[in-house]
């Protein structure tokens, strides 16, 4: 099969003349965030990387819509850094749930969240449960934190037993050295290793754990690090939408330990 250009599955590029001809049954929602990233990422890293994982799943699952990013998140963590910008979680969950409750007003019932702050998480809840609710057919699945699950999925040793996870440490530089690397600074990249208890979370700011707004060692990453963790998430999340598609989005009809999903 010809690989899709993005003029085929993105929605900002397509015309109405183009749109017509064109056939979609699922799409795509990214929920990023602008925020400050240490010294040496970009402050929309959140948002670079996980619509790059988003652009490929959508190429490799035909019928997929791909809409604009949220560039957006809850981001009140970082304010006291320069031009971290936040949103209450109602209203990211509200933009959540009329950007969803649109495509539904246009047939597509079958959505997909790739979430690229962690900030984000309760607002994507509260938006999914009240679709769902409202929109008993329509079905919604998220994928929470590529930062833990593409570490994960890539191949072993990719990453050492922590996985690389932290704020703009090894993972997260690692995907953004290979999404852009023309954004991201080394020269400039310190690690910190803030100390937390294992059981118990704490409230605080990350300027209250990190001078420099990372956690993790960003010094390891690499950017066929990040080529590994995004490719093997996106070709996760396209069986994955390929399965439900399968069983019409019956959850419990699928076949998750068969698809290794």
Not at 234 to 248: N, P, Q, S, T
Request: charged share 20%.
């Amino acid at each position: 099969m010809k690989p899709l250009t993005s003029s085929e599955f993105k929605l900002e590029e397509l015309s109405r003349h183009r749109f017509e001809k064109l056939s979609f049954d699922k799409a795509i929602l990214v929920t990023g965030a602008t925020e400050n990233h240490a010294y040496h990422l970009p402050m929309g890293t959140d948002t670079y990387v996980a619509y790059a994982i988003a652009q490929k799943v959508a190429r490799m699952t035909p019928g997929t819509l791909l809409l604009p990013p949220i560039p957006f998140g809850v981001s009140d963590q970082l304010l006291p850094y320069p031009f971290t910008i936040t949103l209450t979680p109602e209203t990211l969950s509200a933009v959540i749930f009329e950007a969803v409750e649109s495509c539904v007003h246009q047939g597509i019932t079958h959505f997909l969240i790739i979430n690229g702050h962690g900030g984000n998480n309760s607002a994507i809840d509260v938006a999914m449960r009240k679709l769902h609710r409202l929109y008993p057919a329509t079905k919604v699945a998220v994928n929470l934190a590529w930062w833990i699950s593409g570490p994960k999925l890539a191949p072993e040793g990719t990453f050492g037993p922590d996985l690389g996870i932290g704020h703009a440490g090894e993972a997260e530089t690692s995907a953004a050295l290979y999404v852009v690397p023309h954004l991201v600074d080394m020269s400039v990249a310190r690690g910190e290793w803030p100390s937390s208890p294992r059981e118990v979370k704490i409230s605080t700011t990350i300027p209250e754990t990190s001078r420099t707004g990372a956690t993790g060692d960003p010094s390891k990453a690499t950017a066929e690090k990040g080529r590994a963790l995004i490719t093997a998430l996106a070709e996760y999340l396209a069986r994955f939408l390929k399965e439900m598609d399968k069983v019409g989005w019956n959850f419990a009809g699928a076949k998750w330990e068969q698809l290794a999903l």
